[in-house]
């Protein structure tokens, strides 16, 4: 028996606390809440989890972590029934979760390598989440993140080929690869191996791995050799999410990006060219500090003109000690209208981008019987009742709001 894992936040989130399970086997009456930093929101909902197991389990050992503890761990400490806070260094290493070792706040380091973990199981997925770095050396200004994970520090690629192999042994055949900023990999290496080149090494290395995906990744950074295995090699799923942030010039300089919007429509189009039909996703903030009328307006029109499909969107969170939250604020109840703004554009983006898929054989990782996601990452329906984890080919017969309906072939 392992403790049970609450996982916040982002899918490094998701892979960590895998790497927890593994160290916490036979763990009985724990529960380890991993904690995100990113929003307000994110803190509150695991704020609202510790105080509910607390109440539902008051005899459970509880020990939280992530990077919302190592940011401000005696906060944390604090609440109601929590026995022990671990910083995301500590929470990877075996010892840590050892009888007796280590204590409350004195747990909290500052990381500053990274430690490869060997998993083997996702419980519950169908694909695979695997770490290639840590941490991030930018400073935009309204981002926590590097304080709660330091700086960029890569996952030595020799290091990947083995996890990866691990994972496909395991039964797994599409891999994401996460991180903080996975496009600043390999500059902290022997020889600075960028993202593209880790990449091309890593499906020649383990040639029976069917799909890699990438999560979200900086437009500012994407390197020739990513961009030549995007137009290449089919292994590498047509799929690009964006951290874009935002569609205003101005927006973006206050945020200190270290990209304006001419820059992101040029990988856009970059992308679409190389990879016709290629999904395209982003992140992007609403209501950001000194936002006005004028300066939303323009992201809203970035986002409908380029038909970006995926939009993740944020409302804009302070987040106490990063430079927006000291700028003149947009109202709560505005931030929240024009994230749902850009919510309803992105979901006419992707109706329009799912009846283009009408008539085509896509190719889908099932997750449930009859559930999936293709290769642009839309979610599928399936007529007919499937296995699970498999790859197989659909043709679509159907576009909806949400998903696509196939049928196998």
């Known amino acids: 028996m392992s403790a049970e894992i609450l996982t916040f936040g982002c899918r490094l989130n998701a892979y960590e606390s895998e790497v927890m399970r593994a160290h916490t086997s036979g763990l009985a009456q ?3 809440v991993n904690t995100c930093a990113v929003t307000g929101e994110a803190e509150r909902q695991a704020r609202q989890a510790i105080r509910k197991a607390h ?77 290639v770095q840590q941490g991030c050396d930018h400073r935009c200004t309204f981002c926590i993140i590097p304080f709660g994970r330091g700086p960029n520090r890569s996952v030595p690629i020799g290091v990947i080929v083995e996890q990866v192999r691990a994972l496909v042994v395991a039964g797994y055949q599409e891999m994401v690869l996460t991180g903080v900023d996975i496009a600043s990999y390999g500059a902290d290496l022997p020889g600075r191996p960028g993202l593209g080149q880790m990449c091309r090494r890593l499906l020649a290395q383990v040639p029976e791995l069917s799909r890699l ?18 137009a290449d090699e089919p292994r590498l799923m047509p799929h690009l999410h964006l951290s874009l942030q935002a569609g205003s010039d101005l927006i973006l300089k206050r945020m200190k990006r270290r990209h304006l ?21 982003a992140d992007v903030i609403a ?34 000690g990063t430079p927006a939250a000291r700028m003149p604020a947009v109202s709560v109840s505005l931030r929240k209208e024009r994230a749902a703004r850009l919510r309803a554009a992105g ?26 996601h293709s290769e642009h990452f839309v979610a599928v329906r399936l007529t007919i009742p499937v296995d699970t984890a498999r790859l197989l080919r659909a043709r679509v017969i159907e576009a909806h709001e949400k998903y696509i309906l196939a049928e196998p072939v």
């Open 30 to 32: 724990t529960i380890i």
């Open 55 to 131: 109440r539902e389990h008051p005899d459970a050992q509880i020990i939280v972590t992530g990077c919302a503890v190592q940011i401000d761990p005696a906060r944390w400490q604090a609440l109601p029934g929590v026995a022990r806070v671990l910083g995301n260094e500590e929470k990877l290493k075996a010892a840590s979760w050892l009888s007796g070792a280590g204590s409350a706040v004195s747990d909290i380091m500052a990381a500053r390598e990274t430690v490869p973990h060997l998993v083997t199981d996702f419980a519950g997925r169908a694909r695979a989440f695997v770490q």
């Open 213 to 230: 995906r990438l999560s979200s990744i900086d437009p500012a950074a994407i390197d020739e050799d990513l961009w030549r295995l995007l």
């Open 261 to 281: 919007t001419a820059d992101a429509r040029a990988v856009i189009a970059r992308a679409r060219d190389l990879r016709p039909g290629i999904a395209i996703g």
């Open 287 to 320: 209501g950001f500090p000194t936002e006005t009328d004028t300066l939303f307006d323009e992201t809203l029109a970035f986002m409908r003109s380029e038909k970006i499909p995926f939009l993740h969107v944020f409302p804009y969170s302070e987040r106490p």
């Open 347 to 372: 979901q006419i983006n992707a109706t329009a981008f799912h009846a283009a898929q009408t008539g085509r054989v896509i190719n889908l990782l099932t997750e449930t019987e009859i559930t999936g």
